[in-house]
């Protein structure tokens, strides 16, 4: 459903009560249990009424409608004078309670630090008129409270989606040593254009900080969260780091997923109760229609003792990621089975005009726009010697084509000649496991290029850098859970390390090209090969140079672990296209599927949308290089 439409200037507060919902606000207000001492002092209502009204100029700011107010603090909808920009404006009014000042500058740092898409970005701390405050990026949507309040629920892919993107933010932050204490819907904003953004921080505290113990005779502790989202070793007073923030958003998935809270009472010590001691609902006897992945995902994040949580949110994010692309599975496979008689007949046509990759039988391909003939099969065992980039040794014939290798500090890794030619990219609507965003094009390739032979080792990283992030470790097992800045980063070392050399990731169009390794199928897929040529539906990685090569000397382009390309990811076209090379900002790709997916999962049209500056568990990565400009061998082109 679309809410913006109703509310374009409606964002909500996180972390403070909606005065249009008084259940909801008792319920998502911060629990406080605080001595009288503690009490926030607060600036007189009367002039902070007069101060802060609608229209008014305070300081840089022109303050329109309030967007939401706590016990010590406001938002207000600003434009910033000096830029023309309009804000959030958050202000401490509780100005006489240092505790509170303190807090507050916590949140402000806090938020600048965290680089994220989805964490709400800081522009500006300040004091104007001994008022503390900081200036937020201005967001037009609604929060997911307000949205579960107004009936909304979200399908079981959104639901995912958005516990993924809050995810990523709450791992950056993770990575600045924080955690957010107070995750809830209310603290997520969905914006019109249906991105996730994480706020308010006001109770962070940094991975490790030890959280004081409940009193209940009024004594000095006091215990700080929202009690239906609070973590068992928060509700024990016991030290919070990034997994207190797992359970809690464990606590918005079941939420998400089944309309529900799993733990319900008037009762905050209740709850809290609830949260140490009593199991969840199992989500699934809520609504059954749940997947039994979500259900283990959300099950796993609400275990009692942090260690039998996911022990990071890069764990999080791999086990939901996972999940989803079974559930997508599944679907595609309930939809071939319903029109199985009209693939059928489909089926039956492709046979009589098959597609052709490289070469064939001269009949052109009518199902694709501009498909022409390719009499001659590109021989790559056949061809002349390349011309060899600066850096590779000198080139070798064998069974496979041409090689060259390169060695630096001691490490080699070899490198294929692919010729250029001409393939028909993507999948057919027919074919089982085809996605809709695999659509088939031809694509022209005018140049050769050199291909690693393996995706990068764990040994040459290492070397590289100086670090192996892989969870298990052996020197010639892939390297993995990196992002596409780590892999440019090891490319921008490995260039640095050796004169003339310029190695960079493969384009999409590239990698499929050299997977397909000018096969004579629609496209090749783990469902066709063996145990011994793809390291699919295992329980680890395998060492780089143990799986079988294809038919141009490349090995695992499926399976063991999926590989970054250069490309922003984008949809395809239906014309065709000469050295297709989309870049720009956004997401990104990878390609070949990883040891833990099934055969479906992996083949040589398969995408994988990726964010480009988030670590992925099971991605690697495989280098190449441009062949020499002009160097084209006999046979190739289009």
């Known amino acids: 459903m679309s809410d913006s439409s109703n509310h374009p200037l409606a964002p909500r507060r996180p972390g403070i009560g909606d005065p249009a919902h008084p259940q909801r606000a008792e319920r998502d207000a911060p629990l406080s249990i605080t001595t009288p001492s503690g009490s926030a002092q607060l600036a007189d209502p009367d002039s902070i009424a007069t101060m802060f009204a609608s229209g008014r100029c305070w ?81 037009r949507g609604r929060d997911l409270g307000a949205l579960l309040e107004s009936g909304w629920r979200p399908s079981q892919a959104e639901a995912v989606t958005i516990i993924i993107q809050v995810a990523r933010g709450l791992a950056i932050a993770a990575v600045h040593g924080l955690c957010h204490r107070d995750i809830k819907p209310a603290n997520v904003m969905r914006t019109q254009d249906h991105e996730i953004k994480l706020m308010d921080f006001g109770l962070v505290g940094y991975i490790g900080d030890h959280e004081t113990t409940i009193s209940t005779s009024g004594g000095a502790g006091s215990i700080s969260g929202t009690a239906h989202y609070l973590s068992p070793e928060q509700g024990s007073g016991l030290k919070a780091d990034h997994r207190s923030d797992i359970y809690s958003l464990g606590i918005v998935f079941f939420q998400l997923m089944t309309g529900r809270l799993p733990f319900e009472s008037s009762s905050a ?58 559930q997508r599975r599944s679907r595609v496979l309930a939809i071939g089975t319903a029109v199985a008689g009209f693939a059928t007949i489909v ?38 010697a390349p011309a060899v980039p600066p850096g590779l040794g000198t080139p070798r014939h064998d069974a496979y084509g041409w090689c060259a290798d390169l060695v630096v500090h001691g490490i080699t890794q070899r490198f294929r000649y692919c010729p250029g030619g001409s393939f028909i990219m993507g999948s057919p609507v027919s074919e089982r496991d085809h996605r809709k965003d695999e659509a088939q094009h031809q694509v022209v390739l005018s140049q050769g290029f050199w291909l690693a032979d393996t995706t990068c080792p764990q040994d040459l990283y290492r070397a590289l850098t100086g670090a192996n992030p892989s969870p298990v470790h052996g020197d010639r097992l892939p390297v993995n859970y990196l992002s596409r800045d780590d892999c440019h980063h090891f490319c921008q070392a490995l260039n640095r390390a050796v004169p003339g050399l310029v190695v960079r990731l493969p384009w999409e169009a590239e990698w499929e090209y050299a997977c397909r390794s000018g096969a004579n199928s629609a496209t090749l897929s783990a ?20 799986s079988k090569p294809n038919a141009w000397g490349l090995r695992d382009m499926l399976g063991n672990v999926a590989q970054w390309c250069e490309d922003q990811y984008t949809a395809y076209g239906t014309q065709p296209v000469t050295d297709p090379r989309p870049h720009g900002v956004g997401d990104g790709v990878g390609r070949g599927g990883c040891w833990e997916d099934t055969l479906g999962d992996c083949n040589s049209a398969r995408r994988i949308r990726f964010w480009t500056d988030f670590p992925a568990r099971d991605t690697g990565f495989r280098l190449a290089i441009d062949a020499p400009h002009g160097a084209t061998a006999p046979g190739e082109g289009p």
């Open 59 to 139: 300081g840089d700011f022109e303050l329109f409608e309030k967007l939401g107010q706590g016990g010590n603090g406001v938002v207000f909808r600003a434009r910033q004078i000096s830029l023309g920009r309009e804000v959030a404006l958050k202000v401490l009014t509780a100005v006489g309670d240092e505790v509170q000042r303190t807090r507050f500058r916590a949140e402000a740092k806090a938020l600048a630090r965290i680089d994220s898409p989805n964490v709400v970005k800081v522009h500006l701390i300040g004091e104007h008129l001994g008022f503390p405050f900081f200036v937020m990026e201005y967001l």
């Open 269 to 326: 010590l209740t709850l809290i109760y609830h949260h140490v001691h009593a199991d969840p609902p199992r989500p699934r006897s809520i609504d059954p229609s749940i997947t039994a992945d979500y259900e283990a995902v959300i099950l796993t994040c609400l275990k009692k003792a942090p260690q039998d949580r996911y022990q990071t949110m890069r764990d999080l994010i791999s086990a939901c990621e996972r999940a989803l692309a079974r």
């Open 347 to 384: 089926l039956a046509l492709v046979a009589f005009w098959p597609l052709h990759l490289v070469g064939g039988s001269g009949v052109a391909n009518p199902a694709v726009p501009g498909m022409e003939a390719h009499p001659e099969r590109i021989n790559t065992v056949a061809m002349q």
């Open 527 to 546: 469902r066709q090969l063996t145990k011994a040529e793809a390291c699919i539906d295992a329980e680890a990685p395998r060492p780089v140079d143990m």
